[in-house]
Nanobody, 116 residues
Framework: QVQLVQSGGGLVQPGGSLRLSCAASGVTFSMYDMAWYRQAPGKERELVAAVTSVGGDTNYADSVKGRFTISRDNAKNTVTLQMNSLKPEDTAVYYC?????????WGRGTQVTVSS
């Protein structure tokens, strides 16, 4: 069974940090580009960060550059998003995504709330 299981998230004060993890099963993980998206209430889902299957190249939304770091561990079939210096505008549901030539797989989402 193909699935992405997310963990992490929660409530944090502005300036704090959180770490999101996504574990993949049922796929050849190393063949998938991995990414994190987020969707805030009333807004469209947007790309936050991505890491390629080959070379591990990364790219980030301008709004998170310098604060968030995406990384992957092909031996453990996991991708993580380290989020530092969190801001209230980072509040959203965060989704893990795995994409290959033929498949596009989503995690169920995890809530991140940044509030004092």
């Amino acid at each position: 069974q193909v699935q992405l299981v997310q963990s992490g998230g929660g409530l944090v004060q502005p300036g704090g940090s959180l770490r999101l993890s996504c574990a993949a099963s049922g796929v050849t993980f190393s063949m998938y580009d991995m990414a994190w998206y987020r969707q805030a209430p009333g807004k469209e889902r947007e790309l936050v960060a991505a890491v390629t299957s080959v070379g591990g190249d990364t790219n980030y939304a301008d709004s998170v550059k310098g604060r968030f770091t995406i990384s992957r561990d092909n031996a453990k079939n996991t991708v993580t998003l380290q989020m530092n210096s969190l801001k209230p505008e980072d509040t959203a549901v965060y989704y893990c995504n795995a994409r290959s030539v033929s498949r596009n797989i989503w995690g169920r989402g995890t809530q991140v709330t940044v509030s004092s």
